[in-house]
């Protein structure tokens, strides 16, 4: 755990702020997908990846 994982920035959550509105508003769609799992960059190692350092 790394200090400050629970917590945004001012400026970040304006952006969440603004992008949730949105699609509230419908002004974007598919904003919000479900997961189609495993990426590189989430600090799990999953199924075809050798290592992922986040």
Partial sequence: ERPNN????SCSVGN???????????RKRDC???DAGAFCGN???EVGE???CG
């Fill in 32 to 34: 919000l997908k479900e």
């Fill in 43 to 45: 600090k799990i190692v």
């Fill in 6 to 9: 629970s917590r945004f920035s």
């Fill in 16 to 26: 969440i702020s603004a992008v949730l509105d949105a699609v509230r508003d419908g």
């Fill in 50 to 52: 050798e290592c992922d």
